[in-house]
């Protein structure tokens, strides 16, 4: 009995996820917009967009092989597999013992590996610079964001995300000082890994400084289509991961129907202040110069060595 | 793990923000972000003290509290702006040297600093044993930031900053100092500043600049 509403949970979930995803991304955009004094293309922007890519004609580059048109595939489905992961609604799914976090951040790393080979496949400049951009980014984000994860590994015992879950939202209320250090770190992790400001501007296209864009300059319709529906999913991601490991209360345990109209209310409500927050930090930040990027991640990095030390020090 | 008193967690809590903005005004370029960190940290510690003075029930550390509040929250970082003001330093941004190596070489300190808090801990019997290697920690971090600043007013801002830590490190080892002592430390950082002050005024009248490398350059030809 239990097995099996794991598995309705899981299918619930997954399903779930994948459809508020691009809600997630047009919230944030609308945040943006009215924090700029414009009127916004309001929320359910991305849906409509997802449409007419999907309505479109695809358009390859002569040179492009199977990999580059493989790759939106790939990419789709490691991100769905990763919000599949995650405990966003319910704890004890089916899924969650197959990865824990670590093999998380690798399937995040398997994807940014797909996109990069794509973003070179067709041999232009601006997919091989973005390659290159991205491929920094992500060997300086991956440290910082396995020592987050690392920190809070450590207090609840455990790697895996329902565990953690389970400790640190379900247990008494404890002060952890060691996880504020780590949520400032992984607010700068999920700023980078996300192609945000200040380390890239997700709505531009023409631009020298793009990363993100860059390598996805040569995709067209479908192909398009999936790939910013798995960027939205991949913000929806980090998002998730933040909550289960920083705000864990209101996530359901499997087999308790009534928790997960609770949990799916209070994921809302997490949403909405999440995507207005990840808002206002763009708005108030500038996008530095790439090679101040380093920077920004080795802060991020330190931060989150720091939370481990003082874990050892305050807390064991 | 056996979860600590709730004031216990809260005095952590206070002083990992107070070592978060340490590190934060090691990385920091603006001379006018440094006071106000500067400024943040002194609320910080007078916060924590407070705790702690509630907690361990002791009316001489209400004391300190108020002059901690008073001279680092509101005089000193008052003092330094009308300073920076009158030596138009205002907009100065330092060329430090390469920031991720400060952060990591701040990093080896911690951990330096944390070993060598560690027996003292274990024996002490105050609620806030397990701060001293912060407090320690927070002394070392100030200390390069002196060591590794070119401008004057940063290196005083790094020496306020690390009798910040030693404050706090009397507080978490035994519970603050005799208030003469006390007094008397407050007095000499307040008078050490205003001295300094007349320096800066010194230092660049003779270089027209206020970068301590003009100093190595003191010999008469």
Redesign the interface.
Known sequence: MKQASGIIFQVLQSVLVVLIAPLVLGWVNQCRAWLQNRSGPGVWQPYRVLNKLFHKDAVLAHDASLLFRSTPYILFGCMWLAVGIVPVLATSLPFAPAADVIALVGLFALARVFVSLAGMDIGTSFGTLGARREMMIGFLAEPAMLMTLFTASLISHSTSLPTIVDTLGHGELVIYPSMAFAAVAFVMVLLAENARIPIDNPSTHLELTMIHEAMILEYSARHLALVEWATSLKLTAYITIGFAIFVPWGIAQAGDWEGLLIAFAVLLVKLALAGAGLALLETVSAKMRIFRAPEFLGTAFMLATLGMLIHFLLEA | ?P?LP?WS??I??L???L??LA?AML?QRRVLSLIRLFAAQGFVLALSTLVVAYTTNQPDLYMSVAVTFGLKVLALPWFLHWLIRKLNVQWDIETVIN??VQ??V??VL??FA?NL?APISEIAGTITK??L??AIASILLSFLMMIARRKAVSQVIGFLAMENGLFFAATSATYGMPLVVELGILFDVLVGTLVFGVFFFQIRETFESLDIHHLEKLKDR
């Open positions: 793990m979860s709730l967690q809260l952590n809590l002083a990992a923000l070592l978060l590190f990385t920031i991720p952060m990591l701040g990093i911690v951990i944390f808090a397990s701060t290697g912060i």
